[in-house]
């Protein structure tokens, strides 16, 4: 297996993600423990996975791994295809599923033994039980350890259900990974399945000495018990690799400042980037990270939500509505950018989020084009927000100007119309691949919509639920 692991950017072509296919623990997602669990609402696992996720998977091995379609048989109705660690899972090496990687790392004796001491202490199960874990084979180990459930329906401690969302467990920053600190308990379980699966699999062997790892501050244990949330808190949706050598944290409801200071002294310490932009929104469940609020989709052009951009036309466009006694009320947010210039750290501020991005684009991306953006609920009042909350601006990039949304944005489609891309459903465009009646190389402009009635219950889009490991590099227009 190629050990490439690469990414500068947000936007050139995809070649390699982790994913994680939505699991049985989401199906015992309760209303009572759903806020907990950090889950908005309960779903329909079937619907979620047959007329949802499984499009997306098909989507995303016909863009990185065709050849796996060709070979595999997806009409099965046991769905093997698409149940990792199956005799008929399609076992990509380009779209690869946490919970496979899980597995091969639990083939390590070694490392088995000290994950299910790990998880055993975190999860206060008895001591029996973790002996009866170590029995288990690596795959119905896996199975447990991520759902909490045996097949045979046993459970013993709670399902994990925003491993769906695999982009805050780390990010890639050219060739480090940057791994997360979640701000929740709920989330504790899956970063520390992560940190096993990067420290011990084949596939990150010469990643040595380049995992970047948060860590706690040293006088946290000094705090009062009720105040012994963790200070250094770090997730993935809050970070992003935007062009060669500038990355953007959000200090958000889940990423404070104090992991993000950590983060720019490591990454300047050991010269990974040159420039981080620190963007502070409100710490509010509505955004969550700041990729639920804008992300790129060409070097010229970004899907944002307006009302966190303040600009004079936002303001211009909803004076209307102050008129009709709507009011609608912008938040600050907060940006802040540090650079390094020989030995040297200085900063610069930013006065909205449109000039940092007009930034990353001509200064970063040396794009002459103009630079467009393209609003959530196409900027009209009560869309944005509505649209927003169902992940209009969490789009994932296949190759530059191709993304995949959700089908249920209708204002948002309309808007990246209006600017001259394409917009299909997620199943005519599979179809049409299928037929061979469309080939990959040839969809250019295109917002691909994924159905979404029961993947928007859960508040993250298909940009959270891919960690891309792998991008060509970025390179500049002639």
């Not at 790990?118 to 029996?128: G, K, P, R, T």
């Not at 062009?243 to 950590?262: D, F, K, Y």
């Amino acid at each position: 297996m190629d050990k490439q692991i690469f990414v500068d950017s947000e936007i050139s072509t995809l070649q390699r993600l982790i994913i994680h296919s939505p699991d049985s623990g989401l199906g015992k997602v309760v209303p009572s423990k759903a806020q907990d669990w950090l889950f908005e609402d309960i779903i329909h696992l079937d619907t979620m996975r047959r007329k949802e996720y499984d499009y997306y998977v098909k989507l995303l091995l016909f863009f990185l791994d065709p050849e796996k379609i060709v070979n595999q048989d997806i009409s099965d109705p046991k769905r093997e295809f698409f149940k990792p660690n199956s005799k008929g899972y399609f076992n990509s090496e380009k779209v690869i599923d946490f919970e496979k990687l899980l597995a091969d790392v639990l083939n390590i004796e070694e490392v088995k033994v000290q994950l299910v001491a790990a998880v055993s202490a975190i999860e206060e199960c008895s001591y029996l039980e973790m002996k009866r874990f170590l029995t288990f084979t690596s795959v119905e180990l896996s199975k447990v350890l991520i759902t909490g459930i045996t097949d045979s329906g046993e459970m013993f401690f709670p399902p994990i259900p925003n491993l769906i969302f695999t982009r805050d467990i780390g990010i890639v920053i050219n060739d480090h990974i940057l791994l997360n600190k979640p701000a929740r308990r709920a989330r504790s379980r899956e970063s520390l399945l992560a940190k096993y699966i990067f420290f011990n699999h084949p596939l990150f062997i010469n990643l040595t000495g380049k995992i970047i790892e948060i860590e706690e501050d040293e006088e946290h244990f000094l705090l009062p018990e009720d105040q012994g949330k963790r200070i250094d808190t770090l997730e993935g949706g809050d970070v992003m690799m935007v062009a060669p050598n500038h990355l953007l944290i959000g200090i958000s409801e889940r990423t404070t400042v104090e992991a993000a200071r950590q983060v720019i002294d490591k990454l300047f310490a050991k010269n990974i980037v040159k420039k981080i932009s620190l963007i502070k929104i409100p710490a509010k469940r509505d955004y969550m990270h700041i990729d639920t609020i804008f992300t790129q989709i060409k070097r010229n052009v970004w899907v944002l939500l307006g009302s966190l951009a303040r600009t004079k036309e936002t303001a211009e466009n909803e004076k209307v509505w102050d008129e009709l006694g709507q009011r609608v009320t912008h938040e600050d947010i907060i940006i802040k950018q540090f650079y390094k210039e020989g030995d040297k750290i200085l900063s610069r501020d930013f006065d909205n989020l449109e000039e940092l991005l007009k930034y990353i684009s001509e200064i970063d991306l040396k794009c002459t084009e103009t630079v467009n953006f393209i609003y959530s609920g196409n900027n009209v009042f009560p869309f944005g927000a509505r649209e927003q909350w169902t992940d209009s601006c969490n789009l994932l990039v296949l190759k530059e100007g191709v993304a995949v949304g959700y089908d249920r944005n209708d204002k948002t489609s309309e808007a990246f119309r209006e600017y001259g891309f394409k917009t299909i459903y997620a199943v005519e465009l599979v179809n049409q691949l299928e037929q061979g009646k469309v080939k990959v190389e040839d969809i250019k402009d295109t917002i691909i919509l994924l159905p979404s009635s029961e993947l928007s219950r859960a508040r993250g889009g298909s940009h959270c639920m891919s960690m891309p490991l792998q991008r060509i590099a970025y390179q500049p227009k002639n």
